[in-house]
C-alpha cells in the first residue's frame, strides 16, 4: 500500500474524527464534544504550536493521523517535540502508515531545530511498541500525574 502523509486541511474533518475517536477507545479515554472541538480548532490555528499530519492511501482514504507540538524546556536551548497522538486504522496497521508519520514529525522537528522527538504509550500497547522500538529509544522515565 502507498501511504501519502500531508498535513490536516479544514476539509479533513470527518475522516478525522473517527481516527480521533479510535485513538481515544484504543486509550479507554471519553472526552467532550467540547473538547474535541477545541482540538480541532487548535489543530488548524496557525497560531496554536499545534500540528497534525494525517496519512492516505494514494485513493485519498485518510488511514492515520498523527499531533505534535513543540515546547520550551530548562535542559536545552532548543524547543522540544511532543509526539502526543498517533493513530492508525486498524484495517491499515502493518502497512508502514505509522512509521512514515513518525518519520514526518522528525522531519518536521529537523526543520524546526528541534533537539529530540519524544512520546509516552500505554505499557498494554505492544503493537505501537514494536514499532516504536524500530524508531526510537525507550528511556528510563516514569510518568507521574496529578
Known amino acids: 500500500?502507498?501511504?501519502l502523509i500531508r498535513p490536516l486541511a479544514a476539509a479533513d474533518r470527518q475522516a478525522?474524527?473517527?481516527l480521533w475517536q479510535g485513538y481515544l477507545d484504543f486509550y479507554r479515554t471519553?472526552?467532550?464534544a467540547e473538547v474535541t472541538d477545541i482540538t480541532?480548532?487548535?489543530?488548524?490555528d496557525p497560531a496554536e504550536d499545534m500540528h497534525c499530519l494525517?496519512?492516505?492511501t494514494a485513493a485519498g482514504e485518510m488511514i492515520g493521523i498523527l499531533h505534535y507540538l513543540y515546547h520550551r524546556v530548562t535542559w536545552a536551548i532548543a524547543d522540544r517535540c511532543y509526539l502526543e497522538d498517533l493513530f492508525v486504522a486498524e484495517t491499515a496497521r502493518g502497512a508502514g502508515a505509522g512509521r512514515a508519520l513518525i518519520e514526518a514529525v522528525y522531519a518536521a522537528a529537523d526543520k524546526r531545530g528541534?533537539?529530540?522527538v519524544y512520546w509516552l504509550t500505554q505499557d498494554f500497547n505492544e503493537a505501537g511498541r514494536r514499532l516504536y522500538d524500530r524508531?526510537?529509544?525507550?528511556t528510563p522515565f516514569i510518568k507521574y500525574q496529578r
Open 30 to 32: 471519553e472526552l467532550t
Open 135 to 138: 524508531v526510537g529509544r525507550l
Open 40 to 44: 480541532w480548532a487548535r489543530l488548524l
Open 114 to 116: 528541534a533537539d529530540q
Open 54 to 56: 494525517v496519512a492516505e
Open 1 to 3: 500500500m502507498t501511504v
Open 16 to 18: 478525522w474524527g473517527p
